[in-house]
């Protein structure tokens, strides 16, 4: 069963508007989340991530809102950029004592940012 | 700035070869892992190690083995290839609980 749920397998959206990426979990001991930003041909990289004590955070352009009654989160990007057209994963662990659990991936949603 | 290497982009290969994949990072990371990436499936944990000489099988192990000697290197070892593991294989390191760094991934063929 899919602990983290990306159902939108693609979105596409015009340069200078807001992307909305969503997440949804199932697991309510998930503490930690990420949202990790992958090109063709590369690795994923880090974009953000959220800690289950706080419902936004920020970083430039990405911003990522959590809400844990609904188990949701959200990846919004403002404004958006042709070069940030990607798959977007979302992944979900929790902590303990200064370690870290195996993160969970969601399947992924493709943007694509038209100029 | 972290660097995850993985020592080939692209590797064919026949079935029923035994297949290496060596991953090399540089940052003194304790935490290190092999993901496969698939189309519509997302990225699945087939191992992960914790520590030098320790293992711990992720969701997908079957068909494959790791080994770490050295703090620095984890190899993804393909028993016996098979063309169902064709995909795109993905290493990661990790200090404590920060986030996960990966590598630029190896597109593996089985032919």
């Known amino acids: 069963d899919q602990q983290v749920k990306q159902n939108s397998p693609s979105l596409s959206v015009q340069e200078g508007r807001i992307s909305i990426l969503n997440c949804d979990y199932t697991n309510s001991m998930f503490d930690y989340f990420l949202w990790y930003k992958k090109y063709p041909a590369e690795g994923p990289t880090f974009l953000i991530s959220?800690?289950?004590?706080?419902d936004k955070n920020e970083d430039g352009r990405f911003t990522v809102f959590l809400n844990k009654s609904a188990k949701h989160l959200s990846l919004h990007i403002v404004p958006s950029q042709p070069g940030d057209s990607a798959v977007y994963f979302c992944?979900?662990?929790?902590?303990?004592?200064?370690?870290?659990?195996?993160?969970?991936f969601g399947k992924g949603t493709k943007l694509s940012v038209k100029p | 700035d972290v660097k995850v290497t993985q020592s080939s982009r692209y590797l064919v290969k026949r079935t029923g070869e035994k297949v290496f994949l060596e991953c090399v990072q540089d940052?003194?990371?304790?935490?290190m892992f092999w993901y496969r990436q698939d189309p519509g499936l997302g990225l699945r944990l087939i191992y992960f190690s914790y520590d030098v000489k320790m293992k711990e099988k992720g969701d997908i192990p079957e068909g494959y083995s790791v080994s770490r000697e050295k703090k620095e290197r984890f190899s993804l070892i393909l028993e016996s290839a098979s063309t169902n593991q064709t995909s795109m294989y993905l290493c990661?390191?990790?200090?404590?609980?920060?986030?996960?760094?990966f590598g630029d991934g190896t597109r593996l063929s089985i032919l």
């Open positions: 992944a979900a662990t929790f902590n303990y004592g200064g370690s870290q659990g195996n993160l969970i």
């Open positions: 990661a390191s990790s200090a404590g609980a920060q986030p996960q760094h």
């Open positions: 940052m003194d990371h304790e935490n």
């Open positions: 959220i800690s289950s004590i706080k």
